[in-house]
């Protein structure tokens, strides 16, 4: 099975497709978010991909025992969930900016969505693809709406199991959709080598 990302073909006997990851390392920068763009591309990645949600789109604004963050965390200082994500989040009048950013350096620019709006959000941008984060993998009226869309879709593994897996799979193929590829993911970070357990890899 093959597919494109851009001009880049995805599968077998191809070279791998290698993507940088923003995620909230910009800091609450824009600058920062284009200097990591351009890194990524002196680094020779294939790809850059954003998250796209807001602290509202991702949690609720709670500080029940749930919703609080562990003392021992290294983001301890948000005390909650929504602050964290608050702080962490790409704002989405960026996107455009990062996304013309990518384009005119040839690097290809995608996303992981967290619900419908940020799906909007990026086919407004035509993305090439999309990127399912592992705690998303049973949310299945996102899938849905991704695999609508005809685009790749990468499923991250991490936290999932196989029944999980097959979920999300048999819920994107519905839509018609055959365009998947299944990360083998560990949901540690850093992750220790001991966790990394690539011998899953086989029964991927």
């Known amino acids: 099975m093959e597919f494109k990302i851009g001009n880049k073909i ?21 600058e920062t978010a284009l200097d990591i763009v351009r890194a990524a591309k002196r680094a020779g990645a294939d790809a850059i991909k954003l ?3 807001k602290a509202d789109t991702i949690t609720v604004n709670s500080d029940k025992k749930d919703f609080k ?5 290294p983001w301890s200082s948000c005390k909650t ?26 690097l290809e620019i995608f996303s992981s969505p967290f619900d419908d709006s940020a799906v909007d959000l990026l086919e407004d941008l035509n993305v090439p693809a ?9 949310n299945i009226p996102l899938l849905h709406k991704v695999g609508s869309t005809g685009k790749p879709i990468i499923l991250s593994s991490g936290i999932s199991n196989f029944d999980d897996l097959n979920l999300a799979i048999e819920t994107i193929r519905s ?3 055959n365009n998947i590829a299944v990360l083998k993911c560990t949901s540690s970070y850093p992750a220790p080598i001991e966790e990394a357990n690539l011998l899953t890899i086989p029964s991927l």
Request: charged fraction near 20%.
């Open 69 to 73: 963050i562990p003392s021992n965390s």
């Open 51 to 53: 998250q796209t949600y």
């Open 130 to 138: 999309y990127k399912i984060a592992s705690p998303e993998i049973t």
């Open 10 to 30: 995805i599968g077998k006997n191809n070279p791998t497709f290698i993507i940088a990851e923003m995620s909230a390392n910009h800091g609450g920068k824009l």
């Open 81 to 106: 969930l929504w602050n964290l994500y608050d702080m962490a989040h790409t704002p989405w009048e960026w996107h455009e900016i990062i996304f013309e950013e990518a384009k005119k350096l040839n």
């Open 175 to 177: 839509t018609g959709n």
